[in-house]
């Protein structure tokens, strides 16, 4: 006589909450605050030395890049909330999305553009701390000034959120801002900092749930481009 195969049902839910991880690990729970990031599409650098920083408009690259970018956040359903940074290039980015959806932006300074120049000095392979602070004079000094950064973006991204609880949310602005965000939820030193790479027009997702705990969904998404962006950090920051 053949028996009769049982199938056992495993419950990973329990499974989970029996691991030292499971325990520990916060409850989360809705309604989830949703927000992303976005960087702005490509400027006229060439139009910098006349109109300066604050006023670069888009070139024909950044218009293209604003038009493939568009498609993609009109797939996002109920984006009640956009801030943008004061500078042109952040603002014409968001324009298109803003006129469909009849939104009106929030311009805040707060997410204008963070020099930092420089980056190129610190090398991940100066892998401990104290090879760092040997071999690189302006390490803790820079560290310092991230540090300051990320404790800022920290207390604007609480503030944004304990506004705007349970909604969802974009906010065009710029790469160092972005990057001050990501590694303040991160709580990277200055090479993790450097080693996040954004392109021009890339989407980046957070979302908080209720009670105030952080998740990072994605990093530089770009699915939206044709192709990689023609974007070589490492040559545009040593012509600077």
């Known amino acids: 006589m053949l028996k009769k195969k049982t199938t056992t049902i495993i419950d990973y839910g329990k499974l989970m909450q029996a691991t030292a991880y499971g325990r520990s690990r916060p409850e989360s729970s809705g309604p989830y605050t949703q927000i992303y990031l976005i960087r702005h599409c490509k400027p006229d650098y060439d139009q910098q030395h006349l109109v300066g920083d604050h006023n670069m408009p888009l070139d024909k690259i ?10 993609k956040l009109f797939s996002l359903k109920d984006i009640q909330i956009v801030y943008t940074s004061e500078l042109l290039r952040a603002r014409q980015t ?40 040997k071999k690189i004079k302006a390490y803790q000094e820079m560290d310092k000034r991230l540090n300051v950064l990320q404790a800022r973006y920290r207390r604007i991204l609480a503030d944004i959120w304990k506004q705007n609880k349970g909604k969802n949310i974009m906010i065009f602005c710029h790469g160092n801002v972005i990057r001050s965000m990501l590694t303040s939820i991160l709580n990277t030193d200055v090479i993790g900092f450097l080693s996040i790479e954004l392109y021009q027009s890339s989407i980046s997702k957070i979302v908080i749930d209720k009670n105030g705990y952080v998740k990072i ?3 530089n998404n770009i699915g939206h481009l044709p192709h990689r962006p023609a974007e070589d950090l490492f040559k545009f920051a040593l012509e600077q």
């Open 217 to 219: 969904n994605y990093i």
């Open 94 to 133: 968001a324009e298109i999305f803003l006129k469909k959806r009849k939104l009106e932006p929030i311009i805040d300074k707060r997410f204008n553009e963070v020099d930092w120049t420089e980056w190129y000095k610190m090398k991940y392979f100066n892998m401990s701390e104290k090879t760092r602070i």
């Open 62 to 71: 950044g218009l293209k890049q604003r038009r493939l970018l568009h498609k």
